[in-house]
């Protein structure tokens, strides 16, 4: 299958700062990428989709000034968490989804957010 | 409630049972993932169904439609099979656009 990458696997900041995911695929464009977010114990969440080249679509309750959203190219999206919380401490996965693969997305392998 | 039920929440069996995990939906979709979720949180796409049967290995995956419901099965169960299985639903409507609805997830252990 199509492979997707995250980096970083894991970050620890301090609260108040803002951290910058990025999710690509290498070997494919993705049209379009999503991002989830999975607290301890907890379900994987929707938290927005974004299309190559115009704004992302945000899951209600996910707050779009502070988790911005970049997908500038057919195979980078990047999230950044701004002004980061120690609730906003989880685990931040992405996906993504290319042109004539239907419905199917690949999974990056996620990142670790711990805000002290 | 979650528009997607999976059942058992927990299962523990031994090495070379049959397993079975369970996944009901509530709503229209279009298409449904069974997804493998290791301990470090990296998330691996089994399958896609969007009718059915997919056989991968010794993964077989089944969805019925009409009755909303889907199954996962692991033939010859091995400890490294040990892993979350998570059902996941593309619907036609909530959950974004194109976005998933995922199931809480099967934390499922072999034990040699």
């Known amino acids: 299958g199509a492979v997707v990458s995250q980096h970083p696997s894991r970050v620890i900041c301090k609260s108040g700062t803002s951290v910058k995911i990025e999710c690509r695929s290498l070997d494919f464009q993705a049209t379009t990428m999503f991002w989830y977010r999975q607290f301890p114990k907890q379900s994987l969440m929707l938290m927005a989709t974004s299309n190559e080249g115009s704004k992302a679509t945000y899951e209600q309750g996910v707050e779009k000034d502070k988790f911005l959203i970049n997908h500038a190219s057919l195979t980078l999206s990047t999230l950044t968490v701004t002004s980061a919380h120690p609730e906003d401490s989880s685990f931040y996965i992405c996906s993504a989804r290319g042109v004539g693969q239907g419905s199917e997305q690949f999974f990056g392998p996620g990142t670790r957010l711990t805000v002290l | 409630k979650n528009e997607v039920e999976q059942s058992p929440q927990n299962l523990t069996a031994q090495e070379g049972e049959f397993i079975t995990i369970n996944c009901s939906y509530s709503v229209g979709i279009s298409a449904l993932h069974w997804l493998q979720q290791h301990p470090g949180g990296g998330i691996v796409s089994l399958f896609m169904l969007s009718s059915g049967k997919k056989k991968h290995g010794r993964l077989i995956a089944t969805i019925n439609i009409q009755e909303k419901h889907s199954s996962l099965h692991i033939t010859a169960s091995h400890p490294r099979d040990s892993a979350v299985y998570i059902c996941?639903?593309?619907?036609?409507?909530?959950?974004?656009?194109?976005?998933?609805?995922f199931g809480k997830g099967t934390h499922l252990i072999i034990q040699p």
């Open positions: 996941a639903v593309l619907a036609y409507s909530g959950g974004g656009a194109d976005g998933l609805t």
